[in-house]
């Protein structure tokens, strides 16, 4: 039970810092959401929203800071 309980924090920190980062990514005006590619579609009762470049930059960005943290900890 002590792992999971470790799990479970190290979870929580990290959406944390995620909803850290997106806050003062907000502030700061970036475009994320508003991306070429970002589809939105808006009918008489229903708005659908797709954020598919946002989530190719995330993508992007994320298989970096991954790769460089698997290289950094051999």
């Known amino acids: 039970m002590t792992d999971l309980g ?3 924090i190290g979870i929580g920190l990290l959406l944390v810092v995620c909803g850290a980062v ?4 907000g ?3 970036m475009p994320l959401g508003r991306l ?3 589809f939105a579609w808006r009918g008489k ?3 659908v929203y797709f954020p598919l470049g ?3 930059l995330i993508s992007v960005v994320l298989t970096v800071v991954f790769w ?3 290289r950094w900890g051999r």
């Open 68 to 70: 460089v943290l698997s």
């Open 6 to 8: 470790r799990i479970l």
């Open 45 to 47: 009762h229903a708005t």
């Open 22 to 25: 997106t806050l003062l990514l």
């Open 36 to 38: 070429p590619g970002d």
């Open 54 to 56: 946002t989530s190719i």
């Open 27 to 29: 502030r700061t005006g």
